[in-house]
């Protein structure tokens, strides 16, 4: 299936010369998934709101400084190409060209309303993020948003001090306030100072209660509730607590099951494959392979990887975050580590992903151990 038919013709357009304050306004007032940005008429990139709740600059920069690339999509280009395209772009919108006439865009969004009758065969459980940054309900705004930031993410479970689930917090919730606070300061009103801002508590900006999927229910089960509710995501429910936070379910990650395949080969998704330095893909899905055949009694159903970037630098080279994860038919394994570079955050990465690996093949191997020795005694 391509995309001819679902390309979005309607799209929101700024000038690379816009205020960010400007754009800022735009996705309050028309919540986009993402803008277009162009310059001299020509499309040169896209700002999400992602970007604009991590950076802190200032509402009179220009939006090109703030704008990302985006891949450029052939309107004929297959479903699950662009998927996987706008996962690793780490993007949500893209600009959609036939020949070189920009034709519209593509958001993830309109994939998975295109698909989204396919999605009964998944289960929540078998795509969703099991490794939760959460947030206590006393965290501030400030650092909230520096979460957001260090770690890539979009959304933070808010939790008591029993660990029960009592809110969400998402960028478009810190969007939204920004925004209204900047109106505050026009009229005059200077209790939305930005220091006291940053000073709030979370529990004044998230949402409660909050929608939640189980690891049980089908992913289009929980897609439709996304749309039904004009969200990117929900808490999956502790399998053993519905109260705590076992997970969350976004859309990105459903995007990302679609690019699973049935090839022999490992399916490796990367996430932020411009920060790749003296690395390639073909290193990385070699170095995972090696790591997984070490527990050949796994089979590894997609492979993922994410790479962030911090603002510390050394020598000019950044620090990086890599995240492993493993969809495997033995669970969710993962590694995570930094580095200076993609190369080294990569492999401090690889490195805590085989100590988890071969902590599970013992893990197994003393279950069936006990499993010989029950069966033993009972032959006695």
Do not use: C, W
């Amino acid at each position: 299936m391509d995309i001819t038919d679902i390309v979005v013709e309607e799209f929101v357009e700024v000038s690379a010369d816009e205020r960010l304050a400007k754009v800022r306004a735009t996705f309050e007032s028309e919540n986009p998934r993402g803008i277009i940005v162009t310059e001299d008429g020509e499309y040169a990139g896209v700002i999400g709101e992602s970007e604009l709740v991590k950076s802190r600059i200032q509402d009179d920069t220009k939006a090109s400084v703030l704008m990302t690339s985006a891949p450029r999509v052939k309107h004929t280009e297959d479903i699950r190409e662009v998927a996987r395209l706008l996962v690793e772009g780490d993007v949500n919108v893209a600009p959609v060209f036939r020949g070189e006439t920009l034709d519209g865009i593509i958001t993830t969004d309109a994939i998975l309303r295109a698909v989204i009758d396919n999605l009964d065969a998944l289960t929540v459980g078998q795509i969703y993020t099991d490794e939760v940054i959460a947030a206590g309900e006393e965290t501030t705004v400030g650092q909230a948003i520096n979460r957001f930031r260090e770690h890539g993410i979009s959304r933070l479970p808010v939790v008591d001090d029993d660990a029960t689930l009592v809110g969400i917090l998402t960028t478009h919730d810190i969007v939204d306030f920004v925004v209204r606070d900047h109106e505050r300061q026009h009229k005059g009103d200077r209790t939305g100072d930005q220091d006291r801002m940053l000073d709030l508590p979370i529990e004044n900006l998230m949402s409660s209660p909050v929608l939640t999927a189980t690891p049980e229910e089908t992913v289009k089960a929980a897609v439709e509730r996304m749309f039904d509710n004009e969200v990117s995501g929900l808490v999956v429910s502790a399998a053993d607590n519905a109260d705590a936070v076992g997970g969350v379910i976004t859309k990105t990650d459903v995007l990302r099951a679609l690019t699973f395949t049935e090839e022999e080969s490992m399916d490796v998704q990367i996430t932020n494959v411009k920060l790749l330095d003296s690395i390639d893909r073909a290193e990385i899905v070699d170095s995972i392979t090696q790591v997984v055949d070490k527990y050949q009694a796994m089979n590894v159903i997609h492979a993922h990887v994410r790479f962030h970037e911090h603002k510390e630098k050394l020598r000019g080279t950044p620090l990086i975050q890599a995240q492993i994860r493993l969809r495997t038919s033995h669970g969710q394994l993962a590694g995570s580590g930094e580095g200076y570079g993609a190369n080294h955050a990569f492999h401090v990465a690889l490195d805590k992903l085989e100590r988890n690996v071969l902590e599970r093949k013992g893990v197994d191997a003393d279950a069936k151990q006990r499993g010989q020795m029950v069966k033993n005694l009972s032959e006695i």
